[in-house]
C-alpha cells in the first residue's frame, strides 16, 4: 500500500463527500428553516477546502520523494528535475491539472463562504447549495475518472520527467494564474445563480459580485498575458499569440468578465440591463467549463490538448447542464427582470456601454466559431475544415478596433444622454486628436486601415487619460495646497474605479499600440552560414563566431549547443547573442530551440537556429520585432490600474467637535 | 414597460443588426479564404478534390525521411494510422520545437498532385496520453525510454 496514494485518494473521496453534503445541508436547511444546517453547509465547504490542500500536499510530497508508485508522478516527473520545476510537475498532465482547478476553486469558493456569504443572508442558503454543487461536479471527475492517486502496475525506476517544452521558469507561474483565472469566473456564476434562486435581482448581487469579477478579470488577464509572454520567450516561433484552440478557450472567458464589469455600472445606476448581467456572468463561468472541456477531450486538436480520454465526455455533460440549468433559471425569473428605466439617448454613455457588449459578444463568438469550425463542418460535411490564425486576424483584428475607438470617445459619453451641444464639447477635443493621429500616421506611410483606426484610437485614449489626470490632479490641488505628483497619485485613492479604469484602458491602448507595430512591421530575414560569416538583417550585421557547447546537467538535459553570434549596427557592437538548441537525455532527436532575444523599448531582435551540420553550418533567422516591449510595459499598466480599482475610495473621517458631556452621565 | 419600439431603442436595434450583417459577411468572408481541409494521410491520397488544395494533414514523421539542409529538416515523410506515408516540403518556415522521428506534427500546406505537400507550418500537437504508465504506442518516448532494470513489484 502506497501511504501517500491512499492518503491523497481518501482526502479527494471526502471532499466529494462534503461538497454533496454542503449542497444538501443548504437545500434543507432553507426548506426546513433551520439556521443551523446552513452553518454546517458553510462548514462543509471549508471543509472541502482544507481536504483538497491535503490531497495537493500528498502529490507534492509524493512528487519531492521520487514516488514513482503512483502513475501521475512517474509521468510527469524524474529523479534529476530540480525542485521548482516539481511544482510545475504538480499541474501538468490531466490529473494533475484537474486536481490544481479543484484545489483552487475550492479555495476561492471557501473564501467566498467567508467573506461575501454573511452580507448576503437572502441569498446565502443558495450560494452555499449552487456552490457545493459546482465542487460536486468537479471532484467527481476528479475521485471517478482522473485521479491523480491511482498506482502503476509496476513501479519504475525512474519517471519520464517533464516534457522537455515545459521546462521553464514561465511554466511555473502561467498555468496556475490562468487556472486560477478561469476557476474564479465561478464565483460571480454562484453569486449570479443564487440571485435567480432567491428572486432577488435588483442591485443587490451586483455589488457583491463586483469586486469578485474584477478579481477574475484581473487575474485572467494576467494568465493570458504570461501565457503569450511564454509563447515569445521559449517557445521559438517568434509570436506570442497563435489562435491555438487552447488559447481561444483561455480567453474567451474573459470577453463576457470585462463586459460584465461595465454593464454593472448601467444597471447600478439606472437600473437596466438586468438579465444581460445575469447572462455574462453564467456565460463566462460555461466558457470556462467548456475550456476545460476542450482541452481534456481532443474535440479540437491542439498543441496543449491532453485528448481522448473519458473525462472528457463527462465535461461535456457538465457544460450542457450548467448552460441549460443557466437558461431555464433566467427563464423562470424573466417576469422579475424589468428594466427600472429606458434608454433616454442613443448618445450616452449606456449606449456606448451597450455597444461595449455588443464588441465583446461579437468578438467571442467569433473566436468560438473559429474554434469549433472543424467540429461543425464535420457534423455537416462530414469532412473537418479549419480556420487559421488569417482568419482570426481578419475578422478579430477590425473588431478589437473599434473596441479601442468606443473606449476613446465613449468614456467621455455623459449618462443619459445630454444635449448636443454638450455632445460637441466632450467629443470635440478627441475627435481632433483622433483625426489628426489618423493623418499623421498616414502621411508616415501607415496605410492599413485596420492599424491606422487601431492606432489613432490608441492615441486618443492616451490623450483623455492624461487629460482626465490632469483635470482630476488640479481639482485636488484647488482643494488642499499639494504638488503635482502627490495630487496625481492620490486621484485613484479619491475614486479608485475611475482612476483605475483609466489606467485599464491606457493599458489596452499601449497594448494595441505594440501589437500593430509587431504584427505589421515586423521582418523576417533567414541565413545559412558557416562560422566567420556574417550576414545583414534589418540594418543589422550579425557575425557568426562560432558553436559552443554546455552541459547544464539538471531537468534531463543531456547538452546544449550554442550559436555565439556577434550583433553590429553602423560599425558598433549591439549585443552578443547566443542562440541554440537544448537536448534532452530521454528524448535525444527531440530538440527544444533556445531563442535569445534583444530588446529595447524600440524593436526586439528575436535570433534562434534551425539547426546545424557537421561542418557547423548554421541556419539562423532573425526576426525584427517593432515595440514587443511596450506589450509588457502595457500588461504592467493595465494590472496597476486593475489592482487599484479594487481600492475603497478614500473616506477621511469627519473632525468631530468635542461636546463635553453633562456632568453625571456616561460617555458617549 | 415602456413600448418596444421607441424610436430610440429602434434606432439601436437596427444598427446592430446592421453591424452583425456586416461582421457575418467578414467573417464568412474570410473563414472561406483560409479554411483548410483537416485530414490524414490516406484521405490525402484517396480523394482527389483533396490532391491540389489547402490542407492540414496530422501524422506521425518517419524515422529516418527527415532531409537536411545546414542541419535544418527541409523534407520529411510522415505516416498515419493505415501505413500510409505522405512527402512533407518544408523548406522555410519555423521548425517547431521538439520536432524528429516519431513526432506527431500537423502540417498546413498546398498538396502537390496528391502525393506531396508544400508546407508552410509544421506544429507539433500533443500526444494522445490520458495515463501514461507507457508513453503511447509508436510515440516519441516509447521509443527513447530509458531501458528499465529490475523494478520493484507494486505494492
Known amino acids: 500500500m502506497d501511504v501517500t496514494a491512499t492518503l491523497g485518494a481518501s482526502a479527494l473521496v471526502t471532499a466529494l463527500a462534503a461538497a454533496f453534503l454542503a449542497a444538501v445541508a443548504a437545500t434543507v436547511g432553507h426548506a426546513r428553516r433551520q439556521p443551523r444546517l446552513l452553518g454546517a453547509g458553510r462548514r462543509a465547504i471549508e471543509a472541502t477546502a482544507v481536504l483538497t490542500t491535503m490531497a495537493v500536499g500528498a502529490l507534492a510530497y509524493a512528487l519531492v520523494t521520487n514516488d514513482f508508485a503512483i502513475a501521475h508522478v512517474a509521468s510527469v516527473s524524474s529523479r534529476n528535475m530540480q525542485l521548482e520545476m516539481k511544482w510545475a510537475s504538480l499541474y501538468s498532465g490531466q490529473p494533475g491539472s484537474l486536481l490544481f482547478w479543484t484545489w483552487t476553486m475550492s479555495l476561492l469558493i471557501a473564501a467566498f463562504t467567508r467573506i461575501t456569504v454573511p452580507r448576503i443572508p437572502w441569498a446565502a442558503p443558495h450560494a452555499i447549495a449552487t456552490a457545493g454543487l459546482v465542487l460536486t461536479g468537479f471532484l467527481g471527475a476528479l475521485v471517478f475518472l482522473a485521479s491523480p492517486f491511482r498506482l502503476s502496475a509496476v513501479t519504475p525506476p525512474d519517471g519520464q520527467g517533464l516534457n522537455p517544452l515545459l521546462v521553464d521558469p514561465g511554466m511555473l507561474i502561467h498555468p496556475p494564474f490562468l487556472l486560477a483565472g478561469l476557476v474564479s469566473t465561478s464565483v460571480p456564476f454562484v453569486l449570479g445563480t443564487a440571485a435567480l434562486l432567491s428572486g432577488r435581482l435588483d442591485g443587490a448581487w451586483i455589488r457583491h459580485a463586483r469586486g469578485w469579477a474584477l478579481a477574475s478579470f484581473l487575474v485572467l488577464s494576467i494568465g493570458n498575458l504570461l501565457g503569450a509572454w511564454w509563447a515569445y520567450t521559449v517557445l521559438g516561433w517568434g509570436g506570442y499569440w497563435g489562435w491555438d484552440p487552447v488559447e481561444n478557450s483561455a480567453i474567451l472567458p474573459l470577453l463576457p468578465i470585462t463586459a460584465f464589469l461595465h454593464t454593472l455600472m448601467v444597471q447600478e445606476r439606472r437600473g437596466m440591463l438586468k438579465t444581460w448581467n445575469l447572462v455574462l456572468v453564467l456565460a463566462a463561468f460555461a466558457l470556462a467549463v467548456f475550456g476545460t472541456f476542450n482541452v481534456r477531450s481532443g474535440l479540437v486538436a491542439s498543441v496543449h490538448s491532453f485528448a481522448q480520454s473519458e473525462v472528457g465526455a463527462y465535461f461535456l455533460v457538465l457544460m450542457t447542464v450548467t448552460i441549460v440549468v443557466s437558461v431555464a433559471l433566467i427563464a423562470w425569473r424573466v417576469p422579475r427582470l424589468h428594466a427600472e428605466a429606458d434608454l433616454e439617448a442613443l448618445a450616452s454613455r449606456e449606449t456606448g456601454l451597450i455597444l461595449n457588449s455588443y464588441l465583446f459578444v461579437a468578438i467571442a463568438l467569433v473566436i468560438l466559431g473559429g474554434t469549433l469550425f472543424p467540429v461543425i463542418s464535420e457534423l455537416f460535411r462530414d469532412i473537418r475544415v479549419t480556420v487559421g490564425p488569417p482568419f482570426f486576424n481578419r475578422v478579430v483584428g477590425p473588431l478589437l478596433a473599434l473596441v479601442l475607438l468606443l473606449i476613446s470617445l465613449g468614456t467621455v459619453l455623459p449618462w443619459r444622454g445630454g444635449s448636443s451641444r454638450q455632445h460637441v464639447r466632450r467629443l470635440r477635443a478627441p475627435a481632433l486628436v483622433l483625426v489628426t493621429s489618423a493623418i499623421a500616421l498616414g502621411t508616415l506611410g501607415m496605410r492599413e486601415p485596420v492599424a491606422l483606426v487601431a492606432t489613432s484610437a490608441a492615441i486618443v485614449v492616451g490623450y483623455v487619460t492624461l487629460r482626465e489626470f490632469l483635470v482630476g490632479a488640479r481639482g485636488l490641488r484647488a482643494a488642499r495646497s499639494i504638488s503635482w505628483p502627490v495630487a496625481v497619485v492620490g486621484l485613484p485613492g479619491r475614486d479608485p474605479r475611475r482612476y483605475g479604469g483609466y489606467l485599464v484602458h491606457l493599458g489596452v491602448a499601449i497594448i494595441a499600440i505594440a501589437v500593430v507595430g509587431s504584427m505589421v512591421y515586423q521582418e523576417q530575414t533567414r541565413a545559412a552560414i558557416a562560422p566567420g560569416e556574417s550576414f545583414e538583417a534589418s540594418g543589422y550585421t550579425f557575425r557568426y563566431e562560432d558553436l559552443v557547447a554546455r552541459q547544464p546537467g539538471v531537468n534531463g538535459i543531456e547538452v546544449e549547443g550554442l550559436v555565439v553570434l556577434h550583433v553590429e549596427r553602423d560599425g558598433r557592437p549591439v549585443a552578443t547573442l547566443r542562440p541554440g538548441r537544448r537536448f534532452f537525455s530521454n528524448f535525444p532527436e527531440q530538440p527544444v530551440a533556445i531563442v535569445a532575444v534583444h530588446s529595447n523599448l524600440q524593436r526586439d531582435l528575436y535570433v534562434f537556429v534551425q539547426g546545424w551540420n557537421a561542418q557547423r553550418r548554421a541556419e539562423i533567422q532573425v526576426f525584427m520585432n517593432p515595440l514587443v516591449t511596450w506589450l509588457w510595459i502595457g500588461g504592467g499598466v493595465y494590472t496597476l490600474g486593475g489592482l487599484l480599482a479594487f481600492g475603497v475610495a478614500g473616506r477621511r473621517e469627519p473632525v468631530r467637535a468635542e461636546i463635553p458631556a453633562p456632568a453625571g452621565t456616561e460617555p458617549a | ?155
Request: aromatic residues 8%; proline residues 7%.
Open chain 2, 1 to 155: 414597460m415602456s413600448d418596444l419600439l421607441s424610436s430610440r431603442r429602434a434606432r439601436l436595434i437596427a444598427l446592430l443588426v446592421v453591424a452583425t450583417t456586416a461582421i457575418s459577411v467578414l467573417a464568412f468572408q474570410a473563414a472561406g479564404e483560409s479554411a483548410s481541409y483537416y485530414i490524414t494521410p490516406i484521405e490525402f491520397q484517396s480523394k482527389a478534390a483533396l490532391h491540389d488544395a489547402r490542407v492540414r494533414i496530422a501524422g506521425r514523421v518517419v524515422d529516418g525521411s527527415i532531409v537536411e539542409d545546414a542541419g535544418r529538416p527541409i523534407a520529411f515523410r510522415i505516416v498515419g494510422d493505415h501505413n500510409d506515408e505522405v512527402a512533407i516540403q518544408f523548406p522555410k518556415g519555423v521548425v517547431p520545437n521538439l520536432f524528429g522521428p516519431y513526432a506527431l506534427v500537423v502540417v498546413e500546406g498546398r498538396g502537390r498532385g496528391g502525393t506531396s505537400v508544400d508546407a508552410y507550418s509544421v506544429i507539433i500537437k500533443h500526444e494522445n496520453e490520458f495515463y501514461a504508465d507507457r508513453p503511447p504506442e509508436g510515440s516519441i518516448s516509447s521509443h527513447f525510454l530509458p531501458t528499465p532494470g529490475p523494478s520493484a513489484p507494486a505494492r
